[in-house]
């Protein structure tokens, strides 16, 4: 007997089905849409060696938040959230520009290094303390994290005594506003931190284990996998991110705002990993998703200026973005607005063809 052709999806279907093609169509759309407003937005000019335009511009004001949305992805893929990048970047920024602005010579590279290094280890405490309360304490991570999301802002300002620290630091102006080989320094950090955490999840177990602890947590522990450590190291590893985005936050405007320093980036940092296609129920991730999304919320902010949004309305343009990108991305949704298949359901059992295999079962009552 012959078999029936297999029909296989269109090239287009296919490419549609891939869980970046809607959040780079997006991005693309958001791009074209600031041409009629700004007919050079795509030019790229060298002045003094540097290179200049928006699109430079938005990866360079996005890295920060391209940094905090890895580390949160991680924290996703395990099934929790970290709501405390926020006051993590500003302890960070307060801890590393108070010591630099105690010191004699602010240029000093010791001083600065030393600056940085403290301020980062106390981002990486901070995520131990949150991964401590979720992994070992069996403490939700909403609550978990909201405990330094609310102390860590009266922290940074106790630190910086309610005030704005400013600093004149050429070495650590470097960080978030220097450039270097003709570019903003801070795309290499960002470049060096992507690739590091693609090497270590994709080329190694560890992005495997990550998952598994996202899929289901006790299933891990009861096959040898030690969750609760695999969980302490992604909190402590987002706290990191978080640490270095505050060090680009704070080293741009050379100041330390306690106050309004990473303020509400946790949400935008969620955004980011929800429109990169990452489950917030926990499992699979996708880094470059991730990133794909944080460029998406930076051109979506850059377009709300450039289209000239009333700021009144910004936030309430920028939610419908983000809710039209979502339901772009949902399989449900596209088949019902615009017809598409969804994909082949696995073939039911066949009927049973012997009387035995065809009488009902009975069933024995005790």
């Known amino acids: 007997m012959s078999t029936p052709a297999v029909t296989t999806p269109s090239r287009w279907r296919a490419l549609t089905r891939h869980h970046l093609f809607w959040p780079v169509a997006v991005l693309i759309a958001l791009l074209l849409v600031n041409v009629p407003f700004t007919p050079d937005f795509f030019a790229i000019r060298m002045t003094d060696g540097h290179l200049y335009g928006s699109l ?29 990048v ?13 010591y630099i602005s105690d010191q004699a010579d602010q240029n000093a590279l010791a001083g600065v290094f030393l600056a940085m290094g403290i301020g980062l280890v106390a981002a990486v405490v901070c995520g131990l303390w949150n991964g401590f309360l979720v992994a070992r304490m069996g403490i ?14 009266g922290v940074a300002q106790l630190i910086t005594d309610g005030q704005i620290i400013t600093i004149n630091s050429e070495p650590y102006k ?3 506003g220097g450039y270097w080989l003709t570019l903003p320094f801070s795309i290499f950090v960002v470049a060096a931190v992507v690739a590091v955490t693609v090497a270590l999840t994709r080329r190694t177990a560890l992005g495997l284990l990550v998952e598994s602890v996202g899929g289901n947590a006790e299933a891990s522990r009861l096959v040898g996998i030690r969750s609760r450590r695999i969980k302490i190291m992604v909190y402590m ?41 990452t489950s917030l129920l926990g499992g699979r991730f996708s880094i470059g998703g991730t990133v794909i999304g944080a460029l998406v919320i930076q051109t979506l902010t850059t377009t709300i200026y450039t289209i000239g949004v009333p700021t009144q309305t910004n936030l309430v343009f920028k939610a419908v973005v983000v809710i039209v990108v979502c339901l772009l991305q949902s399989p449900k949704f596209r088949a019902k607005v615009f017809g598409a298949k969804g994909r082949a359901r ?3 059992p066949a009927e049973p063809t012997t009387p035995a295999d065809a009488a009902p079962k009975m069933e024995v009552s005790r």
């Open 56 to 84: 430079v511009s938005i990866v360079l004001f996005g890295s920060p938040l391209i940094l905090v949305a890895v580390g949160m992805t991680l924290v996703i893929a395990t099934g929790g959230i970290d709501l405390s």
């Open 237 to 277: 590893f987002c706290a990191l991110c978080a640490g270095i985005a505050g060090l680009m936050i704070s080293s741009n405007t050379s100041a330390a705002d306690g106050n309004n320093a990473g303020l509400w980036i946790e949400l935008d940092a969620i955004l980011a990993v929800v429109i990169g296609g």
């Open 140 to 153: 939700q991570p909403i609550i978990a994290t909201l405990i330094i999301m609310v102390a860590g802002r």
């Open 174 to 176: 470097l960080i978030g």
């Open 346 to 348: 696995t073939t039911a």
């Open 86 to 98: 926020g006051a993590v970047v500003a302890i960070t920024g307060a801890l590393t520009c108070s």
